[in-house]
């Protein structure tokens, strides 16, 4: 059965700080692995996706996640944040058509 | 194109109550899932249709239905409501399946008092 860990419900990070979310899965098979961002009273949105290929994914506002088979793991980065990153983060895992399984989610907090 | 349309925004029911919700895909997307959201268990995947069939199902009871018209629109129904069926819904939709890019709805929310 697939499943996903997040690692730290709540991350504090001041602005300009460096941004670390953390993502592990389970999987028999290779999976598809992806983050999601949940603003206030609005639904998800994709930040990034990694299928197959190159291991490092680039997303959208600045956004990446390195998939590394060997530790399970698929964390999310970005160098500086900023005071609009503050959301929550979702990570999910599915095999193609496959049920779709989140994490519990990782609400970040931007320190001004 | 018009995004992933959800109604109504807001609903609130009492217990043994039924309840439908409603989800508008982005044109030409087949691909519609469901979910439900709390603060106590997450983002937890209620089921999937393609094509008007429900092609994958998660752990919720039977009193948690849908379907999928022609047009791909998609209806959720709860039956029998309780009170930890409180949450809010969400769906999503994508051209062909769960391993794409899912687009939400910004959400039902649901109380049931």
């Known amino acids: 059965a697939q499943s996903v860990t997040q690692l730290g419900s709540h991350v504090s990070v001041s602005e300009g700080a460096l941004v670390l979310l953390r993502c592990n899965y389970s999987?028999?098979?290779?999976?598809?692995l992806f983050w999601y961002v949940q603003y206030p009273n609005q639904g998800l949105q994709l930040l990034l996706k990694?299928?197959?290929?190159?291991?490092l994914v680039k997303g959208i506002n600045g956004f990446e996640a390195e998939f590394k088979k060997s530790e399970t793991s698929f964390h999310l980065t970005k160098p500086s944040a900023h005071m609009s990153d503050a959301a929550e983060y979702f990570c999910?895992?599915?095999?193609?058509?496959?049920?779709?399984?989140f994490g519990t989610g990782t609400r970040l907090t931007i320190i001004p | 194109k018009a995004g992933v349309t959800q109604t109504p925004r807001y609903l609130i029911k009492t217990r043994g109550q039924q309840v439908t919700l409603s989800c508008s895909p982005i044109?030409?997307?087949?691909?519609v899932s469901w979910y439900q959201q709390t603060p106590g268990q997450g983002l937890q995947f209620l089921f999937e249709?393609?094509?008007?069939?429900?092609?994958n199902k998660g752990n919720f009871p039977g009193r948690f239905s849908g379907r999928q018209f022609s047009n791909s629109r998609s209806e959720m129904n709860v039956s029998t409501l309780e009170l930890g069926d409180s949450a809010l819904y969400l769906c999503?939709?994508?051209?062909?399946?769960?391993?794409?890019?899912?687009?939400f709805g910004s959400g039902t929310q649901l109380s049931v008092l």
């Open positions: 999503a939709s994508t051209p062909q399946g769960l391993g794409e890019k899912l687009f």
């Open positions: 999987s028999s098979v290779p999976p598809y």
């Open positions: 990694y299928t197959t290929g190159a291991t």
């Open positions: 999910a895992v599915t095999f193609g058509n496959e049920k779709l399984t």
């Open positions: 044109s030409g997307h087949r691909s």
């Open positions: 249709y393609f094509s008007e069939t429900q092609r």
